[in-house]
């Protein structure tokens, strides 16, 4: 299927390791230009070499951190200035860490806070004022949007809000043909997916650990013209894991 990205301009937040590098990979694929940013450098610099291996024109790289109140205007200006638009946003950070709701600290929560939740309303805010019809906003979440995950209450307490901002954002932007759309991604063998057992592994439906480039690829499909119809949606990309409808 050709899912119309080619020439197609985009910023993947996160887009240095992980899902974020997944998408970032696939939408090359499809034939898009890509700005990748990460709160780290050198990161950026690895992840625009491999990106740029066999498409050298079509990646462009910064160091961005989402909590940072000036960045979201810095990220979509710069890939204006590369690319001379911006027809799609994937916003993907980082999880809260490990800590229950009661036991982690006022700072963790500010800062995940500023990070995960605030910086992706500016990241969106920013990118739709530069957007036109056809272009496309998809928030990388987690399985916490529906249900809880044992010993992340952070995260427990900021991905459903962020949903229901998306699906809010859906309604507001869908007039100017503009779709938002979150995705849910269950357990994948990158480096923050950690080990599973293969009794944990059995646990999902369909007995293993997604691979990042399915993720990728269910990203790519989302954030293009041949979604033209999906907005404010969830789209869990899982496995089967999520017990919720």
Do not use: C
């Not at 910086?119 to 928030?139: D, Q, W, Y």
């Not at 990728?216 to 894991?241: E, H, K, M, Q």
């Amino acid at each position: 299927m050709d899912l119309g990205l080619s020439g197609k301009a985009f910023v993947v937040t996160g887009g240095t390791e992980g899902l974020g590098l997944a998408s970032a990979r696939e939408l090359l694929r499809e034939g898009a230009k890509v700005t990748v940013t990460s709160r780290s450098q050198d990161k950026v610099d690895a992840a625009v070499t491999e990106l740029g291996a066999h498409r050298p024109n079509a990646v462009h790289g910064m160091a961005a951190d989402n909590g940072h109140p000036a960045t979201a205007g810095l990220v979509v200006d710069s890939a204006l200035a590369h690319w001379g638009k911006v027809d799609g946003l994937v916003v993907s950070v980082g999880g809260p860490p490990q800590g229950t709701a009661l036991e982690s600290a006022d700072a963790d929560w500010q800062n995940y806070f500023d990070s995960v939740f605030l910086g992706a309303v500016r990241l969106a805010r920013s990118a739709a004022a530069a957007m036109t019809e056809g272009s496309a906003i998809v928030f990388v979440l987690s399985s916490s949007a529906k249900t809880p995950i044992t010993g992340l209450g952070i995260s427990n307490g900021l991905r459903p809000g962020l949903a229901m901002v998306a699906k809010d954002m859906a309604d507001e932007l869908g007039p100017r043909g503009i779709r938002v759309v979150s995705v849910l991604p269950g357990r994948f063998d990158t480096a923050r997916g950690g080990e599973i057992s293969a009794e944990a592994a059995s646990r999902i439906p369909l007995g293993r650990v997604g691979d990042p480039e399915e993720f990728g690829r269910t990203v790519a499909f989302l954030a293009s013209p041949a979604a033209s119809y999906i907005t404010g949606s969830t789209v869990a990309v899982d496995g089967g894991a999520l017990r919720a409808l």
